[in-house]
């Protein structure tokens, strides 16, 4: 997929979720107004690079198709206080100078499985780091990272596609059964 | 004077006037206009009608923008009711924001609150249990307090009253400290609850865990059908106002109920500011309200007045009530108004993990669990500290996902995934012993903007508190132990008082004028047109949640008031 139109999803509606305001950017996609945080086209872009590939198109719906970029950033936005919002950005422009650097390209712009390695070496790096020092902030890229994956899967299982397909999730139960055997739960087991 | 137009002030005469439409102050309207009387519900939030404005009752998880969490801003603004449990996204609605009811904390506490008609009791965790004589009989056993001037016998047949009508699943467990009642089908304890049950049954004297009774239509009878509910429906939602009418709330139940009697008028937007007291005819003649939309003061009259503003506010009310023969607040020639609030301690608790019963879980939600009575001092001081605690007990499975790596094998871990082991917990609920230094009182300079003073809050924690604390640790830890959990992990913290939404006394039941406030019939000691039948009435507060109580004495102080008006004595 284009990158460049990748956000042309953003503000769609998913199941009676809430329009986000949107407006259009220099090269005609649409982006997302924020209120209290300031993350301009290119960080959107990448929030939603990184969105999908922690949570890609396979035979089923991605970030992407599920409209989780929008998400991640409304929750930035909302539900980040000031100094985690600070702390993302932060993090965030470390992270697009390290992969400038390091690639010579914006992140989107990378294939899957580089953009997939480039996140599993911050959540699992190989090299243990030097025992952090007490107090030390945490390191702005980690916490970056999290900040996208934690809205991003929080978007997920909470989505309507995920809990009408993947997980049912009841409104109105209608019983209470104990004494149920493991087994007629019929769960998807590792 | 508002008006003083004589049809005017025949509109504004009812029988009988209600402040507060919450749990006790429904049943208070339910009972009186039941009995034929004309009844003013005076509520000072808005209006919420049954189902209709419960404007997210039947929203999908993913309905809600935040998908349920609340922003920063909202939870920056809101230190105080941000912590209670239930303030969410799906509920905020129905809780009092911090900034737009201030009061002053002389000491921590964190008043919740809910200004609207039905109050707290869309908000309540439906708990019901008896008290019984053990609990009655207290302060004059124990020496605190004032003994109460009911007993038991006194009550049941009230208990027996409102648990027909608003609906209590339960189980008959034969518990001479927590009385059976008026059942329908007790939801069942699943097996690790089961199992403990049993375990202490054998391993100890007189410990049990039973299925907490609750508010909750089990199995509807033709009274609560009647009333338009019907069968709980296992949402465990219920903080979002039920569709169903599947639990107990003023909105579901006596309010609708006291409208089909054709003898209310409900009146939203209404704030009491204090009660008349009529110095030639010697009683209550009526209160004065100011409409909140229009800032305009109206009084209205009526015979009897009960006073169900909810604990705090009823004590309010009653210290902003003065005139030459109450200088001092409403009834208050002892000087005990204000005095001896107190409340339940919430501030510990203690999870472990069971390795047994492995092929057994649940299907379905409950909108219980398990129930540990009250079994310290019970029948003897056996402790070096006064009274006692239950506690909840509850033990639940979950589907262990992985949030590990990205991409395919992310999805897949989060849809796939064993079943955990058994966790158990249980929370501690304490009684807490009432004292005078335990006060609210009225702020000599501030005020609402209704014109009347915030109130002061002055209520704290004790030495009887930390004993009692450290002893259910112990207890639990080595009643968990003996069942073979294991990872026992006791928590305590350091709440204010208040977040257990339990807060009572101030305006305390007895037997003597000069040392309390109300009679054995709630009504005022030195002004028998006037009851107070909410939180604020209670001389003690064992440790069983509240309300189930407060809406028994309010239908007993009813329906005392309607044969004394029949026989001519309030008048």
Known sequence: MNRRTVLKNLALVIGGAVLLPSCVGKDGTSYVQLKHVSIDEDGQRLIADMADTIIPKTTTPGAKDLNLPAFVLLMIDDCFDKKGQEAFVAGMKAFTAKIKKEHGKEFGDLNAKTREAILMAIEKPQVAKAKPQKNTPPDPITNFYWGVKGQTVFGYTNSQYFMTKEIVYELVPGRYIVHYPVSKLKLKTA | ???????????????????????????????????????????????????????????????????????????????????????????????????????????????????????????????????????????????YAVDWPIRYKDIAPWYSHVEKFAGIAGNKDGLAELPDGEFLPGFPLNDV?????????????????????????????????????????????????????????????????????????????????????????????????????????????????????????????????????????????????????????????????????????????????????????????????????????????????????????????????????????????GETIPKDTNHVSLDAKLKDDWGVPLLNVSVDYDDNDEKMKKDFIEQLTEMFTSAGFKNIRPSTDHRAPGLDIHEMGGARMGKDPKTSILNEWNQVHACKNVFVTDGACMTSTSCQNPSLTYMAITARAANHAVEELKKGNLS
Not at chain 2, 99 to 106: A, F, I, L, R
Not at chain 2, 318 to 345: E, I, Q, Y
């Open chain 2, 1 to 143: 004077m508002a008006n003083l137009n004589i049809d005017s002030a025949k509109e504004r005469t009812f029988d009988a006037i209600v402040i507060g439409s919450g749990i006790s102050g429904g049943w208070a309207a339910k009972e009186l206009t039941g009995n034929g009387l004309k009844t003013l519900v005076l509520e000072r939030g808005r209006d919420v009608k049954h189902i209709t404005d419960y404007p997210t009752t039947n929203k999908m998880p993913w309905e809600f923008e935040h998908r349920g969490q609340l922003p920063s801003a909202v939870m920056k603004a809101n230190p105080i009711v941000g912590r209670c449990y239930a303030f969410g996204e799906d509920s905020q609605h129905f809780f009092v924001k911090d900034k737009e009811h201030p009061y002053v904390q002389q000491k921590p506490f964190d008043w919740i609150r809910g200004y609207q008609v039905g109050g707290k009791s869309l908000l309540w965790a439906r708990q019901t249990q008896r008290w019984s004589d053990f609990d009655f009989e207290g302060p004059a056993r124990d020496g």
């Open chain 2, 193 to 429: 609850e089961q199992y403990f049950s049993d375990h202490l049954k054998t391993h100890y004297k007189n410990r049990h865990v039973i299925s907490a009774r609750c508010a909750h239509l089990s199995k509807p009878n033709q009274i609560h059908i009647d009333q338009g509910r019907a069968q709980c429906q296992n949402r465990d939602l219920c903080q979002r106002g039920c569709p169903f009418g599947g639990y107990f709330s003023s909105n579901a139940s006596t309010i609708p109920w006291a409208e089909k009697s054709g003898n209310m008028t409900l009146r939203p937007h209404s704030v009491v500011q204090s009660i008349i007291y009529d110095e030639q005819k010697g009683k209550a003649t009526g209160v004065r309200v100011i409409d909140s939309n229009t800032k305009e003061a109206i009084e209205y009259y009526a015979k009897i007045i009960f006073v169900n503003a909810a604990a705090l506010n009823t004590n309010l009310v009653l210290l902003n009530s003065t005139s030459s023969r109450f200088p001092n607040g409403f009834g208050n020639d002892s000087g005990v108004l204000g005095k001896f609030v107190a409340f339940h301690n919430y501030s510990a608790n203690i999870g472990a993990e069971y390795d047994g019963l492995k092929e057994w879980t649940v299907d379905g939600r409950s909108p219980t669990s398990g129930y540990i009575p009250r079994f310290r001092n019970v029948y003897k001081q056996e402790t070096d500290f006064l009274r006692g605690y239950a506690c909840t007990f509850g033990g639940y499975r979950y589907q262990q996902h992985k949030y590990e790596g990205v991409g395919a094998s992310l999805k897949e871990g989060l849809v796939k995934g064993d079943l955990s082991p058994w966790f158990v917990g249980a929370q501690f609920m």
